[in-house]
């Protein structure tokens, strides 16, 4: 099957600053990535969705200037989280999906903790 | 708008006996739907899809589930549970109706094997 891979798989920030996200498909060509997010013990919210070379669409609710979201290239899409607080913490999940895919690829998923 | 019910937030069975658990969705187009398996602090493992061709699925590990319109259930099962089965389950649906489209996650069922 397709590989995505996120990096960091966890990151321990300080409040105030930035973070950033990577998630690379590694053997295919993504023409959408998804970022979603996942509080503890909880079910992944879908945050936004974008389209290579283009804006993200997100969903109702998130922040986009919190969470920003840059998919470049056909194999990249990075999420960074500015100006973290501790309520950012969360894990955060990226997937990837070619046209015509039946399934979107996710990622090991990026545990981020801000103190 | 899409959404997905996952009865049973903790399910409990004896190694060895039948997993059942329950997935109903709402969806405004003809659905394509998921099961995905997420060990602690893991990303999301695909199982099984459904992609509007068989009803009825064969995943990995022994998992299967079954399409039906009439219930709008997509119900996942495995005849013998497992100790390595234990683990959050989550049935999710496409929002576009198609593969590569964001997708409605349930709750989460976690399943739990008593040996």
């Known amino acids: 099957g397709a590989v995505v891979s996120q990096h960091p798989s966890w990151v321990i920030c300080k409040s105030g600053t930035s973070v950033k996200i990577e998630c690379r498909s590694l053997d295919f060509q993504a023409t959408t990535m998804f970022w979603y997010r996942q509080f503890p013990k909880q079910s992944l919210m879908l945050m936004a969705t974008s389209n290579e070379g283009s804006k993200a669409t997100y969903e109702q609710g998130v922040e986009k200037d919190k969470f920003l979201i840059n998919h470049a290239s056909l194999t990249l899409s990075t999420l960074t989280v500015t100006s973290a607080h501790p309520e950012d913490s969360s894990f955060y999940i990226c997937s990837a999906a070619h046209t015509g895919n039946t399934e979107a690829f996710f990622g090991q998923g990026t545990r981020l903790t801000v103190v | 708008a899409q959404s997905v019910t996952q009865l049973g937030s903790h399910v409990s069975v004896s190694e060895g006996a039948l997993v059942l658990l329950r997935c109903n969705y709402s969806?405004?187009?003809?659905?394509?739907l998921f099961w995905y398996v997420q060990y602690p602090n893991q990303g999301l493992q695909l199982l099984l899809k459904?992609?509007?061709?068989?009803?009825l699925v064969k995943g990995i590990n022994g998992f299967e589930a079954e399409f039906k319109k009439s219930e709008t259930s997509f119900h996942l099962t495995k005849p013998s549970a497992h100790m390595s089965d234990a683990a959050e389950y989550f049935c999710a649906v496409s929002d576009g109706g198609g593969g590569a489209d964001g997708l409605t996650f349930g709750k989460g069922t976690h399943l739990i094997i008593q040996p």
């Open positions: 969806s405004s187009v003809p659905p394509y």
């Open positions: 459904y992609t509007s061709a068989a009803t």
